[in-house]
């Protein structure tokens, strides 16, 4: 049977990695996988996050299952950490997925059983993962465009045009803050406008947000997401806990899919807990537990939300650093665009052979399309990125 099988595309992102851990030099620099490191490149485990785990170790008492949608505490946390006081409660149904992929896989699944022949629309570019799923689950999708690449902004007047092509019933995907992989996001006034337009072609929205946190603060982060909630009778929305906790390897998510009103909301909760049924079962417990026992507990809380936001400072101060060493060494402001980003990624907005020169000649890795991780550089490891970037006549 196994003969059948054909080598499916290899992930680019995992392949840097392999092609990263095999270079020989001692300077070389990771920018390429979506992974927080600190100054010394670690990936920390979070203080409140370690202190949750011991409370947890001391206090469990089972490791029977939970239900099929996961402890209802979580879901209760994860509501009010994303959407505030936004939406009723009645009107939202939620599963714990494992991790914020769990949540889009499951998503796409509940939209495939709703109405198979919606179209997801996605940006470009946008996160490989997401047209990689709809390829493989085989649903229609279209693009919008989204980055410009002589502004290193986002191209609004392209986008709104490209959502005129959205039919009645589709999905549209939005990142809700953070846009992986360029970085570039758009305004409050811009995303009014983009509900409106999504609202006007009779279409629903799918959001992802995976970087609360890390871009203006957690509740400015989570504004597009509320806003796009309040805007709309149905609408889904894909979290992640693995960057904002640091607890990747946990695989933390939740889906909330919110409905018209309670009938519809208790309707698509059965829906998604059959879905989870089928695809694994019982999602992923620690990880979820970890994080209702930190936004559950006022101490813990703080704590989390200071180390979170010294992690987003710091994201914040190499991009400055990196935007001021450009501007040194170019005597032009043609690189501020850096500073405007936000996230931990950037798009530089180059082309494959500049990164690959850059790769080759000084052992920085980004990936192919330009996209760089601005947590894998430190205050010494700017300087040398500048340098590569201006030599490489980007
Ligand atoms: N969405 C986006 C845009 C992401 O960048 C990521 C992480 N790379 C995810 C979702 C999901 O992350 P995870 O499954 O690790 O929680």
Redesign the pocket.
């Known amino acids: 049977m196994f003969e059948k099988l054909y080598q499916q595309p290899a992930d680019k992102i995992l392949a840097l990695m392999a092609q990263f851990r095999a270079d020989p030099r001692d300077e070389k620099v990771d920018l390429g996988v ?1 992974v927080y490191k600190d100054a010394s490149g670690n990936t920390p485990v979070m203080r409140a996050v370690k202190e949750a785990e011991r409370r947890i170790l001391a206090n469990q008492s089972t490791k029977s299952y939970v239900g099929l949608a996961g402890d209802p505490a979580f879901s209760d946390v994860m509501i009010k950490l994303v959407l505030g006081d936004t939406i009723t409660h009645d009107r939202i149904a939620a599963v714990a997925t ?7 896989r499951q998503a796409l699944e509940l939209i495939k059983l709703a109405d198979p022949t919606a179209t997801i629309w996605l940006s470009n570019p ?2 490989p ?2 047209p990689s799923i709809i390829k493989y689950l085989d649903m229609p999708m279209g693009t919008y465009r989204y980055f410009d690449n002589d502004t290193r902004g986002v191209d609004f007047d392209g986008m709104i045009e490209d959502l005129g092509a959205v039919a009645a019933g589709d999905v549209v995907l939005l ?1 809700g803050c953070c846009h ?1 992989p360029t970085g570039a996001n758009l305004t409050e006034d811009q995303m009014a406008q983009v509900i409106a337009k999504v609202n006007a072609q009779s279409a629903i929205p799918l959001v ?1 947000i ?2 609360q946190g890390f871009g203006d603060g957690l509740d400015e982060d989570a504004q597009a997401t509320r806003a796009i909630a309040a805007g709309f009778e149905n609408c889904l929305i ?1 979290t ?4 904002n906790f640091g607890i ?1 390897r946990e ?3 939740i889906l909330m899919a919110i409905a018209k009103d309670a009938d519809q909301a208790a309707l698509a909760q059965q829906n998604m807990s059959f879905l989870n049924r089928q695809n694994f079962s019982f999602p992923p417990d620690h990880g979820a537990r970890v994080v209702t026992t930190i936004l559950q507990d006022a101490e813990l809380r703080l704590d989390w939300e200071a180390e979170l936001e010294e992690t987003r400072n710091s994201m914040l101060a190499l991009r400055q650093q990196l935007v001021d060493e450009l501007k040194r060494l170019t005597n032009s402001d043609r690189f501020d665009f850096l500073a405007h980003h936000r996230g931990m990624f950037s798009r530089l907005g180059t082309t494959p052979e500049l990164v690959e020169k850059i790769r080759v000649d000084h052992g920085i890795y980004m990936v192919g399309d330009s996209r760089m991780n601005i947590a894998g550089l430190n205050e010494k490891s700017v300087p040398v990125l500048a340098k590569a970037i201006v030599e490489a006549g980007v």
């Open positions: 979506g494992p991790g914020g992929t769990g949540a889009i946008t996160w993962n997401h990142h992986n992802d995976a970087y894909a992640s806990c693995s960057k990747y695989r933390t998510g």
